[in-house]
């Protein structure tokens, strides 16, 4: 079932105060694979799997924020995903404006802060609405953030990232020969959010698929076959667990 490289015997999630908690990433991020198998296996439309994908999504946040994570993102809509059939991809911008309207209070309540990586600007009218307001609600917590990649691939990212460096360069506010790998974080999307510790993938699929590619250069990665919809609070608390089992030299020797 699991594909955790590394991984022990596997056990359950109870609360923050578990022994297995006491190492955990400070930032998971997560590539929500598996929506359209679930439902397929269901011989349900895909939508009905994405539908389902979205209470995974809730669970998980509360999960996460349960088990004192200080930040996750969530592969939410790729820069390819607008390669699917125009239905899919009308239901998949509709979501994030049930999500929120379903969990914004809760959210709220937690103090969540929400965060949207990747270039909203393309996203349909009535999805950006829903980006503004998410954020309006929320830009004063001070709790757990989470970060929904919406139209976002991290190839994109890295390229409007050089953009952006190229640009203060030109208006003389940055200088060519000094760009360090901690000043370039600075232009990334991710700018001011902690380091990425562990990259999560469910429905049994084993790569990144441009995914948060210069924050995963030393990652560590938890493979799971579980689809998407099924994804529970103790599939994450494993990958929690086994992520705090690891050896991360960085390069280095012990």
Sequence with gaps: MFKS?????????????????????RHIGIIMDGNGRWARKRGLPRVAGHHAGMTAMRET??????????????????????KRPISEVEYLMRLPEQFFRNEIEELVSRGVRVRFLGDTSQLPPYTQETVRNSLLR?????????????????RNELMCAIERYAREIADGKASVGDLTEADFDRYLDTAGLPALDLVIRTSGEIRLSNFLIWQAAYAELWFTDVLWPDFSRDDLFQA???YGRRKRRFGAVE
């Excluded at 509360?62 to 994570?69: E, L, M, N, S, V």
Aim: hydrophobic letters at 35%; proline letters at 3%; one cysteine or more.
């Design 138 to 154: 929320t830009e004063g917590n001070t709790g757990m953030t989470v970060n929904f990649a919406l139209n976002y691939g991290g």
């Design 61 to 82: 946040i509360r999960a996460c924020d349960d088990f004192g994570i200080e930040c996750v993102t969530l592969y939410a809509f790729s820069t390819e995903n607008w």
């Design 5 to 25: 490289f590394g991984r022990g015997q596997r056990v359950s999630a109870t609360t923050v105060e578990h022994p297995a908690l006491k190492v955990k990433p």
């Design 240 to 242: 929690i667990s086994d």
